[in-house]
């Protein structure tokens, strides 16, 4: 069965800082993994994918993210940090297929500081 | 020209009655889902649609019914309501090949139950 775990259900940075949030899988086939953006009261936005084509994905507001087989994880950097960052980010995975199904993390917290 | 909508987005009502949460998008994906996210931000899968069939129906109370009248629209109907279907309700889609996995999210649907 797959899953997520994401490593700290709230990150606190300084605006400038460098964005770190974790996230580990675990799936019995080569996965489809995402990160996503919940700005508060707002739905969720895709921030970037990995579909087994290059292992650095970058997404929209400059973040990026490095799926490490290995590792079995898919953690989300920027370089440096906005305070319109502040929002929750769910890391999810997929099977893949016309089915798929996402199974989500249960997202991270980023604040940021001034 | 909202990709994926749904109506209401804030829903209060009295235990015991019956709801609808309509859902609809203009992306003509072929597949549509419901996710229920708890007040502590978990996002679970509940139903997905594709070609009027339903192909993910994870454990959910027989009081929810997903219902397609078309391949643009997917609303979630649900009767007895208890205090525990209190949550933020997210209609999502996605389209077939190349790109089945990417699901665009709507803004969500917070449903009170008193």
């Known amino acids: 069965a797959q899953s997520v775990t994401q490593l700290g259900s709230h990150v606190s940075v300084s605006e400038g800082a460098l964005v770190l949030l974790r996230c580990n899988y675990s799936?019995?086939?080569?996965?489809?993994l995402f990160w996503y953006v919940q700005y508060p009261n707002q739905g969720l936005q895709l921030l970037l994918k990995?579909?087994?084509?290059?292992?650095l994905v970058k997404g929209i507001n400059g973040f990026e993210a490095e799926f490490k087989k290995s590792e079995t994880s898919f953690h989300l950097t920027k370089p440096s940090a906005h305070m319109s960052d502040a929002a929750e980010y769910f890391c999810?995975?997929?099977?893949?297929?016309?089915?798929?199904?996402?199974?989500f993390g249960k997202g991270t917290k980023l604040s940021v500081k001034p | 020209d909202t990709a994926v909508s749904q109506t209401p987005k804030y829903l209060v009502t009295q235990m015991g009655n019956d709801k609808s949460i309509k859902c609809e998008q203009n992306?003509?994906?072929?597949?549509m889902y419901w996710y229920k996210q708890d007040s502590k931000k978990f996002l679970k899968i509940m139903f997905s649609?594709?070609?009027?069939?339903?192909?993910i129906n994870e454990t959910v109370p027989n009081r929810f019914s997903p219902k397609s009248p078309d391949k643009a629209h997917l609303n979630l109907h649900i009767n007895s309501l208890e205090l525990g279907d209190s949550a933020v309700y997210f209609c999502?889609?996605?389209?077939?090949?190349?790109?089945?996995?990417?699901?665009?999210f709507g803004p969500g649907t917070r449903l009170t139950v008193l």
């Open positions: 999502a889609s996605s389209q077939e090949a190349p790109d089945t996995d990417t699901q665009y």
């Open positions: 799936s019995s086939v080569p996965p489809y």
């Open positions: 999810a995975v997929s099977e893949g297929g016309s089915q798929g199904n996402l199974i």
């Open positions: 649609y594709n070609n009027k069939e339903l192909i």
């Open positions: 990995y579909t087994s084509a290059a292992t």
């Open positions: 992306l003509g994906h072929d597949t």
